[in-house]
């Protein structure tokens, strides 16, 4: 009996030797991990570009704060100009005669205006006061001339434009005032736009770039608040065509080469024309 027991367990033991081993587990299924693109700058801005900080004011510490009324209009009057000169396509044909209208409706109010600015730089600056003043003119149209908000800033000056040729000169510095807050609302909303796309970027260096988070430089480079361009306070300033009336035709001059700031000496916009097109 136990001789057949052993017989049958050898046997059963030679048979489950005989048998193929079950196939191993499949490996398990790893998902390549997708790495997203880092964020970009909003309205197709440079990454170099640094924003104003923000004042006690809870206002950007842009070129145009501290401004007293008559450097306000001042300064729209070349937000008017530098959108004449810029904004292209037929919803903003109106800019250039707004621009010349505005200009001759309001030349003594400007021309006393310029007076006063220039005798304020006078008194703060003393003999330097005319390079002073013309970088600070030079930064202002950079300011307004900003390409990526090119679109927003068209939209708000075509539509002030329409009012400032209306506007009476005794209601002139409350017009100023409003219009300037107006034209710089496209640059607000940009400066918070910037600051989530930094934040943004922050995270992403943090999530997917650890060596960056910890290597990243300050991508910055001071542009007195917000410019177009780079402007060396060591160089002769310069700006486009402007402080004078412009051609009236329905579109804007094109600009082939700068011209200077118009200095202490001589008088408001409206005392240099160019001709129309055509003359």
Not at 75 to 93: D, E, F, I, K, W
Not at 170 to 177: C, L, N, P, R
């Amino acid at each position: 009996m136990n001789l057949r027991v052993l017989l049958v367990t050898v046997g059963v033991a030679a048979l489950a030797a005989c048998q193929t081993p079950p196939p191993p587990p499949p490996p398990p299924v790893v998902v390549p991990q997708v790495t997203p693109r880092a964020p970009t700058p909003p309205f197709g801005a440079s990454n170099l570009t640094i924003i104003p900080p923000l004042g006690v004011d809870g206002l950007r510490r842009t070129i145009n704060r501290d401004l007293g009324p008559l450097e306000t209009v001042w300064h729209v009057r070349a937000a008017l100009n530098v959108a004449a000169l810029s904004c292209t396509g037929p919803q903003y044909m109106r800019l250039v005669s707004d621009y010349n209208a505005f200009l001759a409706n309001n030349e003594k109010y400007l021309r006393n205006a310029n007076n006063a600015i220039i005798s304020k730089y006078r008194r703060e600056e003393g003999n330097g006061y005319r390079q002073v003043h013309d970088r600070h003119q030079t930064n202002l149209y950079n300011f307004w001339s900003f390409s990526p908000l090119r679109r927003p800033f068209c939209d708000q000056a075509v539509q002030i434009s329409q009012r400032a040729i209306v506007t009476p000169e005794a209601e002139m510095e409350t017009f100023g005032a409003q219009a300037l807050m107006e034209l710089e609302k496209p640059f607000v909303d940009f400066y918070l736009a910037y600051e989530g796309y930094e934040k943004a970027l922050d995270a992403w260096r943090v999530q997917y770039a650890p060596a960056q988070a910890i290597d990243a430089v300050d991508e910055t480079i001071n542009t007195t608040g917000l410019t177009g361009g780079l402007v060396d306070p060591n160089a002769p300033a310069t700006v486009p065509l402007m402080d004078r009336q412009l051609p009236a035709s329905n579109a804007a001059p094109v600009v082939t080469s700068p011209a200077p700031v118009p200095s202490a000496t001589q008088g408001t916009p409206t005392e240099t024309s160019v001709p129309p097109t055509g003359e």
